[in-house]
């Protein structure tokens, strides 16, 4: 066995490999080595293309809207944060001044709709109250007497929602 033999058999398979590419270039007529490096480099370009430039110009593309987005919700965030430390500067409602404004508002949802009270715990049983009436008294009972729900078992129906509305009295000055 010769020495180079012996040197073949103990090389990697990557670089038996690139030998044997490297033999098989040296083969090829210049046209074709050309042609090669004209392809490799189109290639080369294509993949730069994928890989770096069109991800990136997406990016820019798409930052304005994001950007955009982003500020809306901060907006919205800071409108929510000034609209709690307004509602932690009112002073406590009374009990009984809850329990009357929280009678009040309820009357306003009609027959559909019946409020117990129990404690500092007052509950909100619905039958078919329409989005609006809703919206607008959580409203209501939120402001004149400062009660938050805390708790609501609700399901949309063809004529409005129907379920429960657990409310705790316990931000009234009790």
Not at 96 to 124: N, Y
């Amino acid at each position: 066995m010769s020495i180079e033999s012996n040197n073949k058999a103990r090389q990697p398979a990557w670089q038996q490999s690139l030998a044997g590419l490297k033999a098989h270039w040296e083969q090829l007529g210049e046209r074709e080595r050309t042609l090669l490096k004209i392809a490799g480099g189109a290639l080369g370009l294509l993949l730069l293309w994928l890989v770096a430039v069109q991800p990136a110009l997406r990016v820019i593309q798409q930052s304005p809207a994001q950007l955009e987005a982003v500020d809306r919700q901060l907006q919205d965030m800071q409108a929510l944060a000034m609209e709690a430390r307004e509602l932690r500067a009112i002073p406590p409602v009374p009990a009984a001044q809850a329990a009357q404004a929280l009678q009040a508002a309820s009357e306003h949802l009609g027959p559909a709709a019946k409020l117990s009270l129990a404690g500092d715990r007052a509950v909100l049983s619905v039958n078919g109250v329409s989005n609006e009436a809703l919206q607008a008294w959580l409203g209501e009972v939120r402001s004149a007497a400062r009660v938050r729900p805390v708790e609501a078992q609700l399901q949309r129906g063809p004529k409005g929602y129907t379920g429960t509305v657990v409310l705790t009295l316990s931000g009234a000055g009790q």
